[in-house]
C-alpha cells in the first residue's frame, strides 16, 4: 500500500521530494516490481518451491570441498573446515590456499631463471621468495579492497532490508530510493547467489536452468502467494543471504590473516 499520497492536486505543480512514499507492502507486487503476473503463470509450483531459502542453502554453504566453486575456511571455534559457493570470479580472486599460490609464483620463478642460471643458486632462490610474497601480498590486496567494496556493502544493503521486514507496513522512502536498492538486490546480492548456485552446478545458458531460477525466485517474491506469504519469503531469503554473506566475510577475513601471517613468516629469510 502506499501511506500517503503526494501527488499533486489537478492545477497544482509538484514539488520535488514530496512524491508517493512507498511500504514492503505495496512493493512486494508485481505491479511495482515491472513484472506481469500472467508471464509466470507456467512456473510450476516445484520451482517455486525450489527456490525456498532451505533447499538453496545446500548448494551456497556447506557444499562438498571438491566443488568446482568451493572455497572454504575454518570459522572461529570450529575443528572443521566450511566450504562455500562462490562465483567464477571469486573463485579466481580469492586465494583458495594461501601457501599453494606462493608455491605457485616460486616454482614459476624458479622455472623461468633455470634457463640461464641453476634454480639452487642462491640469488634465484631469493627471487623466488620475493615472488612468492609478492603474490600473497597482490591477492591479499584485492581481497581487502573486494571485502571493503564489494561484500560489506552488500551486508549492509541486506541488513537494511532485514530491517524493513520487522515493520513491513512503514514508510520505506521515495520511489526512486526505494526502486535503486531493490534492483541492487536483485542484481547483486539474490543475482550473485543464483550465479555461485549456477557455478557450482554446472548450469548453462543452452539449459535454460539461469532463467528458470530467476524466474522461480522473481514469482516466490512478487507474485506468488498473499501479501503476508511474500513478505515471509522475502524475509527468509533476506536470512540465507546474510548467512551467506556472513560466512563469505569471515572466509575473507581468515583469507587475509593468513596472507598476513605467510608474508611474517616467510620475509625473515629475506
Given at each position: 500500500?502506499i501511506?500517503?499520497?503526494?501527488?499533486?492536486?489537478?492545477?497544482?505543480?509538484?514539488?520535488?521530494?514530496?512524491?508517493?512514499?512507498?511500504?514492503?507492502?505495496?512493493?512486494?507486487?508485481?505491479?511495482?516490481?515491472?513484472?506481469?503476473?500472467?508471464?509466470?503463470?507456467?512456473?510450476?509450483?516445484?520451482?517455486?518451491?525450489?527456490?525456498?531459502?532451505?533447499?538453496?542453502?545446500?548448494?551456497?554453504?556447506d557444499?562438498?570441498?571438491?566443488?568446482?566453486?568451493?572455497?572454504g575456511?575454518?570459522?572461529?571455534?570450529?575443528?572443521?573446515?566450511?566450504?562455500?559457493?562462490?562465483?567464477?570470479?571469486?573463485?579466481?580472486?580469492?586465494?583458495?590456499?594461501?601457501?599453494?599460490?606462493a608455491?605457485?609464483?616460486i616454482?614459476?620463478?624458479?622455472?623461468a631463471?633455470?634457463?640461464?642460471?641453476?634454480?639452487?643458486?642462491?640469488?634465484?632462490?631469493?627471487?623466488?621468495?620475493r615472488?612468492?610474497?609478492?603474490?600473497?601480498?597482490?591477492?591479499?590486496?584485492?581481497?581487502?579492497?573486494?571485502?571493503?567494496?564489494?561484500?560489506e556493502?552488500?551486508?549492509?544493503?541486506?541488513?537494511?532490508?532485514?530491517?524493513?521486514?520487522?515493520?513491513?507496513?512503514?514508510?520505506?522512502?521515495?520511489?526512486?530510493?526505494?526502486?535503486?536498492?531493490?534492483e541492487?538486490?536483485?542484481?547483486?546480492?539474490?543475482?550473485?547467489?543464483?550465479?555461485?548456485?549456477?557455478?557450482?552446478?554446472?548450469?548453462t545458458?543452452?539449459?535454460?536452468?539461469?532463467?528458470?531460477?530467476?524466474?522461480a525466485?522473481?514469482?516466490?517474491?512478487?507474485?506468488?502467494g498473499?501479501?503476508?506469504?511474500?513478505?515471509?519469503?522475502?524475509?527468509?531469503?533476506?536470512?540465507?543471504?546474510?548467512?551467506?554473506?556472513?560466512?563469505?566475510?569471515?572466509?575473507?577475513?581468515?583469507?587475509?590473516?593468513?596472507?598476513?601471517?605467510?608474508?611474517?613468516?616467510?620475509?625473515?629469510?629475506?
Open positions: 500500500m501511506t500517503r499520497s503526494r501527488e499533486a492536486a489537478p492545477g497544482q505543480i509538484a514539488i520535488p521530494g514530496l512524491e508517493p512514499r512507498l511500504s514492503l507492502v505495496h512493493i512486494l507486487t508485481p505491479e511495482y516490481m515491472g513484472v506481469r503476473a500472467e508471464d509466470y503463470a507456467d512456473v510450476p509450483a516445484a520451482w517455486v518451491e525450489w527456490a525456498a531459502p532451505e533447499h538453496l542453502r545446500p548448494s551456497l554453504i557444499i562438498a570441498w571438491d566443488d568446482r566453486s568451493a572455497v575456511y575454518k570459522p572461529a571455534g570450529s575443528n572443521r573446515r566450511t566450504w562455500l559457493a562462490v562465483t567464477p570470479e571469486e573463485y579466481q580472486m580469492f586465494a583458495r590456499d594461501v601457501s599453494w599460490l608455491r605457485t609464483a616454482n614459476g620463478t624458479l622455472n631463471r633455470a634457463r640461464t642460471i641453476s634454480p639452487f643458486a642462491e640469488v634465484n632462490q631469493l627471487a623466488a621468495q615472488a612468492g610474497i609478492h603474490a600473497v601480498e597482490s591477492r591479499s590486496e584485492t581481497m581487502q579492497t573486494y571485502l571493503a567494496h564489494i561484500v556493502p552488500r551486508i549492509k544493503q541486506i541488513d537494511r532490508f532485514k530491517e524493513s521486514t520487522e515493520y513491513p507496513n512503514l514508510n520505506r522512502g521515495n520511489n526512486q530510493k526505494v526502486r535503486q536498492r531493490f541492487y538486490l536483485q542484481q547483486f546480492v539474490i543475482g550473485d547467489m543464483l550465479r555461485a548456485i549456477g557455478n557450482q552446478r554446472a548450469w545458458t543452452e539449459s535454460g536452468k539461469p532463467k528458470r531460477a530467476e524466474q525466485i522473481t514469482k516466490r517474491l512478487y507474485i506468488d498473499s501479501p503476508s506469504q511474500r513478505a515471509a519469503n522475502f524475509r527468509d531469503l533476506l536470512e540465507l543471504a546474510g548467512d551467506y554473506y556472513g560466512h563469505k566475510k569471515a572466509l575473507l577475513l581468515t583469507k587475509i590473516w593468513e596472507s598476513k601471517k605467510y608474508i611474517k613468516d616467510n620475509s625473515a629469510s629475506d
